[in-house]
């Protein structure tokens, strides 16, 4: 006999197990069960439909009921709530959104796709109102597009600075609507560590957007919003993005095993508790490749992939899971934003020994027109050289560079491997040198001890001990912008004036991005100095590292001038 295979929710989890299980085997009776009024929509592209970028919210829509039949012999059934599991019958009951009506039905096997819903703290005085939105899915959408037209919203506020919020603002901000950003964290963009993401703070705020950072929502009004510090935000409507939290109501009422992190906990082939109970997506816990801890990954690439394999188990394929790594990447306006593996807080938190490079070499070759500097931050495990980790943000291919780790840090590879790693190269790409084989390079010279470095966060308090600090930019360079105690000793000038720089104390080096300082220090080595260390990130580090905090914090700035070419 065929199996009968039930499956709750659509969308990247449920529509991709739907369409793997009919391949593989044509006799199934598939039916998939959906809330909402769509089954399959690109959820990842919502917030462009704000902008116009995508300019009919039908568009959003990837297939419908009456193709998934077509197509593929797949029912998709919509408006039908599934608000309970029978395990002993293995039944389910199904609520039709339209009429309340309810009625069962008996599956073979079933698959889990319930997602997350966002987080909507009933703590927020206001939360609420009719003008407070969510962005989850085609519906809401179409709701936040239709009420910022039909009142003509001037300005708006997006409370969160994940990667929902981020797009939203920056959509909202194209459609010439002045937003607001809230964010309760000291930055945006949790993927990224503290220094990578003043460049997008100083991105977001160039363009416009009221950036507030460390700061949370108290109430939210008719005409403005108020923060936790007592500040008052005008705004005509409000978006929620603060996060989201697995949907486990039908697990949990079914008894099934629920994850230490929230999630519902699933083994390698994506199986609950119960034998002929799976569960994909946002809703499920799963296993961190590099901590080997459990975690949440609320991605649509891992819920396709998890989805394939649930559907290839309930047919007898067992799945290899490696587990995931969290590879991703955003649009922040004119900047790309990429990152993959862990950064400093979350190696910290795993407990794990490590040192990373922070790099800026160009993304293409420099006389090509559009070539611009890439940030690019490398994290491996000390003292090993293995890969666990990086960031890249810049007007170029920030993806192609973070694919690269991403693929490096699923085959355990290490700097050595990474320096050897043979790219493609032309000017209109990138360098023969690539920016993950120069982050390779200056990593292993700092693993193998060949030089010191110092990070642009402690720069600060170098200068306000006085540190010596040598700038080796030329002369036109350091007059336009450098740090207030910095000696300018130019890299052309270094060799003859080599005696004006004390051996009796340490010694730190920056030009603007770190490589002349590196070779300034070489040399140096070269004549006996031994108490160098190079200022990861140099002056345009330091530039973008200080520049969001002196100008939201109004303290006195560290250098005369910024400067962030």
Known sequence: MSKRILIVGGVAGGASAAARARRIDETADIIMFERGPHVSFSNCSLPYHLSGMVENSDWLVMMNPEEFKKKYNIEARVNSEVIEIKRAEKKIVVKDVNTNETYEEAYDKLVLSPGANPILPQSIDGVNSDHVFIVRNV?????????????????????????????????????????SLVEALDQVMSPFDYDMAQILHK???????????????????????????????????????????????LAKQADLDIGETGGIKVDHNYLTSDPDIYAVGDAIE???????????LALAGPAQRQARAAADHIFGKPNVNKGVIGSSVVRVF????????????????????????????????????????????????????????????????????????????????????????????APLFGTAKDVVNFAALVALNVLDGVIKQVPVYKVRELVEKNAVIIDVREKGEYAYGHLKNAINIPLSELRERANEIPKDQVVYLHCRSSQRSYNAIMALQGLGFDNLVNISGSFLGISYYEYFQDVTQKREPIVTQYNFN
């Open 203 to 249: 991105e977001m705020l160039d363009k416009g957007v009221d950036l507030i950072v460390s700061d949370g929502v108290k109430k939210i009004k008719e005409k403005s919003i108020e923060l936790n510090s007592g500040r008052e935000v005008e705004t005509e409507l409000v978006v929620m993005s603060i996060g989201v939290f697995p949907e486990t109501t």
């Open 139 to 179: 519906v809401d959408i179409k709701k936040l597009k239709a009420y910022i037209d039909e009142n003509n919203v001037k300005k708006a506020t997006v409370i969160g600075g994940g990667f929902i919020g981020v797009e939203v603002a920056e959509n909202m901000h194209i459609a010439g609507i002045h937003v």
């Open 334 to 425: 004119d900047m790309n934003a990429a990152s993959t593996g862990l950064n400093e807080k979350t190696a910290k938190a795993a407990g794990i020994a490590y040192d990373f490079v922070y790099v800026m070499p160009g993304d293409k070759v420099g006389l090509i027109p559009d070539a611009n500097t890439m940030h690019f931050k490398l994290l491996y495990e000390y003292p090993t050289g293995r890969i666990i980790g990086a960031q890249a943000i810049g007007k170029g291919n920030v993806d192609k560079r973070i694919d690269v780790i991403a693929t490096m840090i699923t085959m355990n590879g290490t700097l050595e491997d990474l320096k050897e790693l043979e790219l493609c190269y």
């Open 286 to 296: 799963v296993f961190h490749r590099i901590t080997h801890k459990p975690t949440r």
